[in-house]
């Protein structure tokens, strides 16, 4: 098998195993993948370096694919209804500068895919004494990162209206720290509540507008 075969083989492969196993990590996704191509069930003789995987964007190119042959229109309507849920979200959690990062930002929502929001505060209990008036049901968790040479602990509140929703603590000075995206490496998509806002009216106007008539979401019961 020459070397663009074999990538393509191993994207399309780590694709299907994050859209219909879950798989939540590329890295997981692309070994399990060589694994169950060419490990011990595969072809005997075949051999693969690290550098003969496929990049992260090869396999989300791939899952993409995958997205529109099996949910087609149904995709754009999850999207709606995400970006909704999202938009409301955020309006309540104003105090904490609420921005929309990951697929709901991007447009590459998925079946299984989250709302994934960063959130600032300088006190965890101060802001999950927050959602619990609110009267949501949360749970924190933490989660150690590799930064540089350093590890590093954050705090995550996971809830969900429908879809998961998960909130990344971060202090307020980290507001104005650029990520970085692990599919391409340019600067991660963050939006502010009036920036989704501007984007639902260019790409959803007349569900957007039927939403702000009667606060209805157009398709939410698909999903309920």
Not at 206 to 214: F, G, I, K, P
């Given at each position: 098998m020459k070397k663009l075969e074999l990538r393509e083989s191993l994207a399309l492969e780590a694709a299907?195993?994050?859209?219909?196993?879950?798989?939540e990590q590329y890295f997981d996704a692309k070994r399990l993948a060589a694994k169950r191509l060419f490990g011990g069930q595969g072809e005997?003789?075949?051999?693969y370096r690290p550098q003969d995987l496929p990049s992260n964007g090869e396999i989300q190119a791939a899952l993409r694919q995958i997205v529109q042959y099996s949910e087609g229109e149904l995709n754009q309507v999850r999207l709606f209804v995400m970006r909704v849920i999202a938009f409301e979200t955020m309006?309540?959690?104003?105090?904490?500068?609420?921005?929309?990062?990951?697929?709901?930002?991007?447009?590459?929502?998925?079946?299984?895919?989250?709302?994934d929001l960063h959130v600032f505060t300088e006190s965890l209990e101060d802001i999950e004494t927050y959602i619990e008036q609110l009267g949501w049901r949360f749970k924190t968790k933490q989660v150690t990162v590799r930064v540089?040479?350093?590890?590093?602990?954050?705090?995550?509140?996971?809830?969900?209206?429908?879809f998961p929703i998960e909130l990344s603590i971060y202090s307020?000075?980290?507001?104005?720290?650029?990520?970085?995206?692990?599919?391409?490496?340019?600067?991660?998509?963050?939006?502010?509540?009036?920036?989704?806002?501007?984007l639902m009216n260019e790409q959803h106007h007349?569900?957007?507008?039927?939403?702000?008539?009667?606060g209805e979401i157009e398709g939410i019961d698909l999903f309920q």
């Open positions: 299907r195993l994050m859209y219909e196993e879950g798989v005997k003789n075949m051999r309006n309540a959690l104003i105090p904490f500068k609420p921005r929309l990062i990951g697929s709901v930002s991007t447009g590459h929502v998925r079946k299984g895919s989250d709302i540089s040479n350093d590890y590093k602990d954050y705090s995550h509140i996971h809830c969900k209206r429908i307020y000075d980290d507001i104005r720290v650029t990520q970085r995206s692990s599919t391409d490496g340019k600067p991660i998509i963050r939006l502010k509540p009036a920036a989704l806002e501007r007349s569900e957007w507008e039927n939403y702000l008539a009667t």
